[in-house]
């Protein structure tokens, strides 16, 4: 994912602003799909260890 910078008095156009917001859109679902792995390869390893100490 690339970084944009922007300088005071810098403004977007609305077809630039849009295409901002889809690519903004596509990573934000990209990231909660990574999260959702993450979160269930910690509730396994947290099942794992539960188990462990008992």
């Known amino acids: 994912m690339g970084f944009i910078k922007f300088t ?4 977007l156009s609305d077809k630039d602003r849009k295409a901002l917001q889809k690519l903004l859109a596509a990573e934000k679902k990209k990231l909660q799909a990574a999260l959702k792995d993450v979160d269930a390869s910690m509730a396994v390893l947290g099942g794992k260890k539960a188990k462990k100490k008992k």
């Not at 005071?8 to 403004?11: A, E, N, R, V």
């Open 8 to 11: 005071k008095g810098t403004s």
